[in-house]
């Protein structure tokens, strides 16, 4: 049986200084970001996904990267786009990853469940017992539409019921993680407090239940750089990032254990410096998945873009 999606990796990151740079871990999570095509255009979204993008993983590619995940066999395989789902070569992925024993995780943005082609996602998840992390920005309709367009909550809504239905939410091996992210310019309230308002008000208006709650704060740049530019934002709210940073929370930094890789195989330390351009090493071209195995990643430090000039200009 595969690991489930609490197994830890054999290698966790350790504590870093602030001062210092920060350096990879052991690999723990595979991170394939299958292409930018999406059935939503979110204000907030950080890849400029949207129903008009045409970028998607070729066949070669998937061939390689599958190739890689039999050979590698990364304890999590997180798949995300765009919708990753609606990419041909998903399902091909998922099954490919369970069989060789990894995790599997869907960036799902639940609407995407009543997409045509789609009604029977939910079951395909729930019997490869992929782990679904879904985004619901809200538990009210008003600021859900307002993020990700009108009728969105509702599309939402009937994608939590499905899920439910089939056990996500209910049962252990079937995880449905929500993820929380604000409005506009401000930041996440304390998760804890958050997660039990999500889960009343899911309860009370609809009988829906779930694992967990994320909450996220937005990060400054590309489609939600702009949106809080145009609005006179931008300045205010890199002040309150800044603000709030904590050095505690290094130790537990994604881009430590995690591998981004894009559609064309190219790799990145997170998703966002997939999307900001800046790859694994800092210097263009980056490397493909194929170039690499996962011990040559500990150890190499993180490539970093300044929340500054050099994320408001093109990367280089
Ligand atoms: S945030 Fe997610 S659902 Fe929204 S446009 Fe981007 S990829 Fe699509």
Partial sequence: MPPRLTDRAASEPSAVPWTEAVRRGGLRTLQLNLGRLCNLACLHCHVEAGPQRREKIAPEVLGRVSAWIVRHRPPVVDLTGGAPELISGFRE???????????????????VLDEPGQEDLHTFLAAHEVGVVASLPCYLRENVDAQRG??????????????????????????LHLVY?????????PQ????GDYR?????DWSIEFTSLWCLANVPIRRFRRY???????????AKLAAAYNPETLVGLMCRSTLSVDHEGRLYDCDFNLALGVPLGGARPGPHLWDISPTDLTNRPVAMASAGPRARSRPP
Avoid: F, H, M
């Fill in 93 to 111: 992925l998922v099954t490919v990853a369970r069989r060789a024993g990894c995790s599997v995780l869907d960036r799902c943005n639940l609407a």
């Fill in 150 to 175: 009108r009728g969105t909550y509702d599309r939402s809504i009937a994608g939590l019921r499905k899920l439910n239905g089939v056990g996500y939410g209910r049962q252990p091996e079937l995880p």
């Fill in 181 to 189: 992210n604000p409005l506009g310019a401000s930041l996440p309230p």
């Fill in 192 to 195: 804890p407090l958050l997660e």
């Fill in 200 to 204: 009343t008000r899911l309860w009370d």
């Fill in 228 to 238: 809080l530019q145009v609005r006179g934002e931008l300045g205010d709210y890199e």
